[in-house]
Every structure is written in C-alpha cells, then in structure tokens.
C-alpha cells in the first residue's frame, strides 16, 4: 500500500472518531493541505453522522429505551427561569439551601451580565459557569421533588402492590417503583440491575442500576411509563450494568 | 417541525417554546447515543441533560450544517469525557466544529431513520461492521479495536475505511431516490 493510502484509511479512522488525540491532530493538519484526502474526509463523515442515528431510541416508546419524563420537566423548569416569554408563577417554596444556591445564580448572572459588557470574550467561559451552576440547583431540587413524588405514590392508596422475595414492585399510573428491605450489598465492582419487559416484547430490556443502603433498604424510580410494561426483574450486574442480563435474576415479577 | 436551524437561532434569542421544540425531536437521538455508548440510564440521562443545558447555555456553538449530526458529534464526545472519567484511559474525539462541505443537508438526515441505518449497518461485513461500532460506540482507538480484535493494525484502518464508504454508498441510494 502506497504512504497516500495509507493516509487515506487514517482519514477514514479520524472521521470515525477512533484516532488518539495525537495522532488526529496530524491527520487534521494533512486536511488542511490536501485536496484529495479532504474530499475522502468529506465523503465518509456523512456516514458516520448517519452511525449515531442508528442509536436513536425507538420513536413509540415502547419498544425502545427513552429517557425519564421528568428529564424534560426539569430541563423546561431551567430554562423558562430563562426564557425571553413570560415566566409562569413558581410552584411550591424552596427549601433554604434551595435559596441559597438560587441567590447565588442569581448574583452570578448580574455578575456575568456586568463582566460580559465589560469583556464580551468571557462570554463563552461565563456561560459555561452558569450552566453548571444551573445544572447543581436543578440536581439538588430533583433529588427532593423525586423523593416527594416516590414517597407519595409508594403511600398512594391507589398503588398496586406486586411483592418478590426481600421487598415488593409498585406501580402507580405510569409510574414504577422497586422497595426493598434487607437486600445485601451486591459483590465488590457489581450493583443490582433492573430489567424490564414490555407489553408484547420477548426481551427485557436494561434499566436503571442501584444498590441498597447500609440497612438494606432500597427504593428506586424506574424510569419507564409503567402503564406498558409487563414485567420486571433484578439480576446482579457489573458496575455500569449490562445490555443483557448476564446473571440469574433475584426475582422477576409480572404486573398483572 | 420547523427547520432546526431556525430553532437554534430562536434559541439564541431566548426562546423556550424553541428550545422544547428542540427537545422533542432530539432527545431520543441524543439519549440513544449516550444510552448506547454508556450501557447505564443514570449516566445516559446524565448526558441528555448536560448536552440540552449546553445547547441553551451556549447555543453560539451551533454555527451551521446538519443540527443533528452535529448534537450527534457533541453527545458522542461528552460520552468519551464520561468513559475516561471511568477508565483513566486514552480516548479520541470527533471533529465537532470542521465543517463538511458534503455533508448530508439537514433534509436529508431527516428522511433517513433509525431503522434504515440499523438495517444498512447490519448489511456491512461483521469484518468491517464490527471494528465501526467499536470506535464509535465502544469509544475504543484503532490500537484498541486491533489489540481487542487480534486483527492487524492497517488492516482495522482499511476495513474501517472500506465499510463507511459502503455506507455512504447505501445513504446516497436513499438520499436521491
């Protein structure tokens, strides 16, 4: 294979996204100069793009994995303190160190308003800043309202109760819940892995990890509409869980 | 849906109703990828949210091109941050900010769907198929996917090269049917 070839197949691996950072800072200085690699550059990146499609989850819902509906709430709550049409009223009061960190952003946006005028290159760093600070607020005010919802629909005379071995599954509208008690710590570099099986389908399909607290006490959100799930079950996994069960589940439940 | 890139510049301006219009015809893409590349839903929806809190934040990186293959390029390399965090080793990033001049137009991406790639993927060789997937959903280097595979270097770099241009052949036969 001639040296420009093998440039080529490089271009290809730097399009891929699969060269060390090294090695793709040549590979990007080569493009620069060369016509006949950055065509083949240009060629191939279309195909990749077209790669992170084939992962998009499936548009039903149903049959493939979609992120927790209260990830949109939370998101839109962030961004209409934000938005330029007219905010509606705040729900509910804040906790005092919900205060805080919300007294907090709030100096930092004057503070990054003001610096922004003065240094408009700051901007991108500034925002970046804010945008942390927005993502702590909105991770502390989930942990709370999810706690305030699970506890209530756990407590929910109109929850179904499915009992397995060591705790029970509940269900509550769409909503699913896992409760535990007196579950043992999953072994060294392992967590518990919930699965679940949908109307119709043949296959679990991976949820959330989780492990117990130090009482054994467990009790997880499954981020799934309940209302179309049939099933669920809980195996010990590898840290990160798994794409399929790789252990004998700790039970599996029908919810019907 | 309107244009994306109409979105985005309403984004810029503020706009909430942009930025959930935005959401809605994204958020199964941008999870699928963190979720693929992951294996874990905390961390999937981790990324989902820090992605669409920087697409809001600083919405100025999205200049032109493909929304969606660019958010498919950002999603991707907040993932590798993930799995280094993880695995303290040596990972590559995709180009987010070079512009391709024979990009797929963003009416183009948009008739393609899941299924059809999942599909012309699936019709690659396993030889060319497999080293793909694994540097792009297995945030794995070409020595890695060689060491992993038992295949010769410059052979994983030809068999990479020889199965995205099979692909780019199959999207064309799409794109201008």
């Not at chain 1, 939370?74 to 005092?96: C, D, M």
């Not at chain 2, 934040?57 to 390399?77: C, D, H, M, Q, Y």
């Amino acid at each position: 294979m001639n040296p420009h070839e093998e440039l080529l197949d490089a271009v290809a691996v730097y399009a891929l996204g699969a060269l060390p950072k090294s090695e793709a800072a040549t590979v990007r200085a080569h493009l620069r100069t060369c016509a006949q690699c950055r065509a083949e550059y240009d060629s191939l990146r279309p195909a990749v793009d077209a790669l992170a499609l084939s992962a998009e989850a499936c548009t039903d819902g149903r049959t493939g994995p979609v992120p927790s509906q209260l990830l949109k709430a939370r998101l839109l709550r962030t961004v209409r303190q934000e938005s330029s049409a007219p905010a509606p009223r705040a729900q509910g009061r804040l906790s005092w160190p919900g205060l805080v960190v919300a007294a907090a952003a709030i100096m930092l946006a004057v503070w990054t308003t003001v610096s922004n005028l003065m240094l408009r290159s700051d901007l991108s760093s500034d925002r970046d800043q804010l945008a942390q600070l927005h993502t702590q607020i909105v991770g502390a005010n989930r942990r709370v309202a999810a706690q305030k919802i699970m506890i209530a629909d756990v407590m929910n005379a109109d929850a179904k109760h499915f009992p397995v071995s060591g705790g029970e599954v509940i269900r509550r509208n769409d909503r699913l819940y896992i409760a535990m008690h007196g579950m043992p710590p999953p072994p060294k570099g392992h967590v518990y892995q919930a699965w679940t099986q949908s109307n119709g389908a043949q296959k679990m399909s991976p949820s959330i990890t989780f492990a117990p607290d130090r009482s054994g006490v467990a009790l997880v959100y499954v981020p799934v509409n309940a209302a179309t799930i049939a099933a669920v079950a809980v195996s010990v996994e590898p840290e990160g869980g798994s794409k399929a069960p790789t252990t004998k589940p700790e039970f599996v439940v029908k919810l019907s | 849906m309107e244009d994306a890139s109409r979105l985005m510049a309403r984004v810029r301006k503020r706009d909430g109703a942009a930025f959930e219009s935005l959401y809605d015809a994204y958020h199964r893409l941008i999870y699928g990828i963190a979720l693929r590349i992951l294996g874990d839903v905390p961390a999937a929806e981790d990324v989902t949210q820090a992605v669409f809190l920087k697409l809001w934040s600083s919405p100025e990186l999205f200049e032109k091109g493909n929304f969606g293959a660019w958010i498919g390029r950002v999603t991707r390399n907040r993932c590798l941050d993930v799995v280094r965090s993880r695995a303290l080793r040596p990972q590559s990033e995709m180009p987010e900010t070079m512009p391709a001049d024979d990009a797929l137009e963003d009416t183009a991406f948009a008739s393609l769907d899941a299924a059809f790639v999942r599909s012309a993927v699936a019709r690659l060789p396993d030889e060319q198929r497999k080293p793909i997937e694994l540097g792009f959903f297995g945030a794995l280097t070409h020595e890695e996917i060689a060491r992993q595979t038992g295949v010769p270097l410059g052979t994983i770099k030809t068999r990479i090269r020889t199965g995205l241009r099979k692909l780019r052949a199959q999207l064309d036969g799409v794109v201008t049917a």
